[in-house]
């Protein structure tokens, strides 16, 4: 569980939105998973990537959480397309759950100020 001095900031990359806008999954669909994940409610893949399952159990996002300070949807997936992802993609999604893991809370707003992130919930706003 996480400390009430911890936050659990979660984001949503560029490509991460698209897809969900497409899919038509909302921001508070994808908050109430991160709630569900943080509980031990989703795959944990190792390494800081996360498995959970979306709308309805139609669709599979892959969240990072490397230290677990900042949460972000990266990828998502059909499960009529495909049933998971491979082995270098999950090794690949591992080092991203590394390099989210060092930013800086100034990193972040500069990937958020260049639109790159998109913040979608944030205990600190609950």
Known sequence: MLDAVETARTFKTAWFAK?????????????EAIVEVRR??????GGGVFKKRLDKNRRRSIILAKGRRYWVYAYLFAKKDRANIDDDELKA?????DLYGAKTD???EKELNAKE???ICNDREA
């Open 93 to 97: 999604f591992r080092k991203l759950a």
């Open 106 to 108: 100034v990193e972040i």
């Open 40 to 45: 031990g409610q989703a795959d944990d893949l």
């Open 117 to 119: 992130l998109v913040e």
């Open 19 to 31: 897809a969900a806008r497409k899919a038509l999954i909302d921001d508070s669909a994808l908050c």
